[in-house]
């Protein structure tokens, strides 16, 4: 069986540039109706304190920060689950205007939300394709995703980092057109 690769991943070493790749994507695409989200460093004196989730319109949300309570734990961060599940939940995923979705990240603390998770597989899993960043490292669903069928895989480096951006350009438009 010959499965459409319709699901885009890219992954690369932290700081290379993958969330970079994403919003420039999430730009250029703009046509296609992307909903999904992105992350940002929150920093404070120039030490990262934590992470900020922004959707695609602009709402913001609070991944994680290393001064917040909970049980959920990502090195020196506490993730906030119950936040990011409230802010997974205002992004219309399935609304039949949208074309493309993009995810910035697959990583160990989105991977703590089990809606998370659940809600990967079925954006992965539908007519929409799918264009996002996963670690580099990780086990479970991170490395189960890698093994997808449907996947076209990228690994972003400083070499390729301008070729890659219309590499992939050029393949969602492809399949969008």
Known sequence: ??????NFLITGLPGIGKTTLITKLSQELSGFHPVGFYTEEIREKGIRKGFELISLDGRRGLLSHINIKSPFRV???S???K???EFLDSIPFFDHAVRLIIIDE???MECLSERFKKLLNEVLDSNKPV???IAFKGGGLIEEIKKRGDIKFFEI???NRKALLLGI???????LS
């Open 75 to 77: 090195g020196k961060y």
């Open 157 to 159: 480096t400083h070499a």
């Open 1 to 6: 069986m010959n499965l459409t690769k319709k």
């Open 79 to 81: 993730v906030d689950i």
């Open 131 to 133: 264009v996002a960043t």
């Open 106 to 108: 697959i990583g160990k």
């Open 83 to 85: 936040g990011f599940q």
């Open 169 to 175: 350009l050029g393949d969602v438009r492809r399949l």
